[in-house]
Each structure stands twice: as C-alpha cells, then as structure tokens.
T-cell receptor, first 113, second 113 residues
Framework: KAGVTQTPRYLIKTRGQQVTLSCSPI?????VSWYQQTPGQGLQFLFE???????NKGNFPGRFSGRQFSNSRSEMNVSTLELGDSALYLC????????????FGPGTRLTVT | QKEVEQDPGPLSVPEGAIVSLNCTYS??????FMWYRQYSRKGPELLMY????GNKEDGRFTAQVDKSSKYISLFIRDSQPSDSATYLC?????????????FGKGTKLSVKP
C-alpha cells in the first residue's frame, strides 16, 4: 500500500506571496492532519480534516488554511508569506481520525526569502 | 511549563548498547503515548503507541509509560548504526475525533559502529 505523498517536496517563495501544498493520504484513510516543523518550535499541529470538514485547529494565524476533497486528498494554503513560515510542512493520515495512529508523509520544505 | 519535555541530546552510543530515551508530560489527561523516528530529510515514522501504564515491546524496541510520574520511555536494545535518527515522543488526550498530537522536541541519537 502506498504511503502518504506530498507535493511539491521543495518550494522557495518570496515574502508576501502565497503557497499551496498538497497531500494524498494512504488509500482508505479519511483523516488528514497538517503539522509545521521548525528547529526552534519542533512539530506543531496546524489542523485536521475528516470527511471534508475541519475538526480540529491548532494555534496558528488565519493566514494558514486548508481544505479536504471528497477523495480525502488535502491542500493547505499559506497567504502573505512571512520569513518565519520557512519550515517543513508535514501531512499525516489516519484511518478514521485516530490521533494515536497517524502516518506521516515526507513533507514539503518551504523556504521564504 | 511545556506540555511535553524531551532532552534534545545529542546522544551518542556505541553499536550494541542499550539506549534509553525519555519524555515527561504535564497533563494527566493524556491517554495515548507514541514514539516516532525521523531520519534526516524524512517524515516521522510511527514506531509504536501505548495506551496504559506499563511496557509494550516490539522487537528491539520497548515503550514504557508511568502515568503516576507522567514519564514515558523508549528503550532500544542491541542498537545499530541504522537506528541513528531523531526520536520524537508524542502524546494525545483523545483517540478518535478530538485529538491532535503534541510532540516533544526530539532526541538526536547517533549509534557509532
């Protein structure tokens, strides 16, 4: 069974631009969560989607948003990029939202200049 | 006080050594305890999760939870150079629909041949 896939793997953007990242969960998984990983803050939860609905949200500004499609694929968007948004963005999927059994993708490395 | 505390290391051991990795957490409501392994430039890989106090073994890996002390541990027996990675503990206060993972900052382990 294929794992979680994320595209693109690397991205360089300029401050003020916006970016969209994509995540395809493991086949059959209906829950997708997004995390931001930085050296200073570690892994931090952004939001979780289940059956196209956002069920849970972390403590990030409204510039961070996401959505989930009927095939469970998910996208996250960051508008008005700031230098501090440079990070590894990770997507994780689980079968039906079991937070204790999430499987991560390889991540998208975003660099904001 | 942070919800999860983990010594960042780095930790360097000779091949074959027993490795002990530890985390403490602050909120007794947390019910599930996970260990992830993350190789450089990869996403975190779920090693194991536990629900209750006690030990859970999987091959060379043993996870231990002491809820009374709010202390979780991962032991690696007969460590191998391929175990060199960053190990992240994670906790969640719910299974099912209401949880998100809260991570420690990770401990970087190096196993020398």
């Amino acid at each position: 069974k294929a794992g979680v896939t994320q595209t693109p793997r690397y991205l360089i953007k300029t401050r003020g631009q916006q970016v969209t990242l994509s995540c395809s969960p493991i086949s059959g998984h209906r829950s997708v969560s997004w995390y931001q990983q930085t050296p200073g803050q570690g892994l931090q939860f952004l939001f979780e989607y289940f059956s196209e609905t956002q069920r849970n949200k972390g403590n990030f500004p409204g510039r961070f948003s996401g959505r989930q499609f009927s095939n469970s694929r998910s996208e996250m968007n960051v508008s008005t990029l700031e230098l501090g948004d440079s990070a590894l963005y990770l997507c994780a999927s689980s079968l039906a939202g079991e937070s204790y059994e999430q499987y991560f993708g390889p991540g998208t490395r975003l660099t904001v200049t | 006080q942070k919800e999860v505390e983990q010594d960042p290391g780095p930790l360097s051991v000779p091949e074959g050594a027993i490795v002990s990795l530890n985390c403490t957490y602050s909120n007794s409501a947390f019910q599930y305890f996970m260990w992830y392994r993350q190789y450089s430039r990869k996403g975190p890989e779920l090693l194991m999760y536990t629900y209750s106090s006690g030990n859970k073994e999987d091959g060379r890996f043993t996870a231990q939870v002491d809820k009374s002390s709010k202390y979780i541990s991962l032991f690696i027996r007969d460590s191998q150079p391929s175990d060199s990675a960053t190990y992240l503990c994670a906790i969640t206060n719910y299974g099912g629909s209401q949880g998100n993972l809260i991570f420690g900052k990770g401990t970087k382990l190096s196993v020398k041949p």
